[in-house]
C-alpha cells in the first residue's frame, strides 16, 4: 500500500521530461533500491482529460514511487491525488520548479513561487484529498525574485498554511 513516505535516500532522481518514464525508473530500481525516484512531471490536465492509464503506471519494483504534479488547480489537484493514492504511489510532489515557457504560460512551474498562497491551499487541498504526502518542489527563486529572504518567504508561506489546516483538524 502507499502513502509510507520512503526512507532517506543517498540518491535522488529528479523528475526529468521524457527521461523519467517508467522503464527508465524500472533500470534505475535494478541499480539501487536505495534510489529516491520520481516520475515526469505530469499536470493535472492529463490525468484528468488525457489517458491516466500511461501516465500513473508503474511496476510494482519501480518502489517507493512519488507522482510529481504539475497545475495550480487546488481541485484538480487534489483529484490527481486521489488518482495517485488509489494507483498505488508512495508520495505525491507538486512542481513549483519548472522553469520552462511553456509551463510558465500554464500558471504553474516556478512562477507559482510568486503565489504562495496558491500554492499553500493546493498542497492543503491534497493532503486533504489523500493520506500520502506532499511535498513541494520549487527552486531558490525565479526571474529577479531570488533573494534568500523571497524564498523563506515562500516556504513560510506553504508551511504556515499546512501547520494552520493541521491545527484546525485536529481541533475539529
Known amino acids: 500500500r502507499g502513502g509510507q513516505r520512503a526512507a532517506p535516500a543517498p540518491l535522488s ?9 517508467r522503464h527508465f525508473r524500472f533500470l534505475l530500481r535494478l541499480l539501487s533500491r536505495r534510489t529516491l525516484l520520481y516520475t515526469e512531471m505530469v499536470t493535472t490536465g492529463a490525468l484528468i482529460h488525457g489517458d491516466s492509464d500511461r501516465h500513473l503506471a508503474f511496476s510494482a519494483e519501480e518502489r517507493p514511487q512519488m507522482l510529481q504534479l504539475g497545475g495550480d488547480d487546488p481541485a484538480a489537484l487534489a483529484h490527481c491525488a486521489r488518482l495517485a493514492e488509489a494507483w498505488g504511489y508512495d508520495e505525491i510532489n507538486l512542481n513549483v520548479g519548472c522553469p520552462s515557457d511553456r509551463v510558465q504560460r500554464g500558471r504553474f512551474g516556478v512562477c507559482l513561487m510568486g503565489f504562495p498562497e ?3 491551499e493546493a498542497v492543503a487541498t491534497m493532503r486533504d484529498a489523500c493520506a500520502l504526502p506532499v511535498g513541494v518542489k520549487h527552486r531558490i527563486g ?13 516556504v513560510d508561506v506553504v508551511a504556515a498554511a499546512d501547520r494552520s489546516r493541521r491545527d484546525y483538524l485536529e481541533n475539529l
Open 13 to 21: 532522481i529528479a523528475p526529468m521530461m521524457a527521461r523519467t518514464d
Open 118 to 120: 496558491v500554492v499553500a
Open 142 to 154: 525565479f526571474d529577479d525574485r531570488d533573494s534568500y529572504a523571497e524564498m523563506l518567504h515562500f
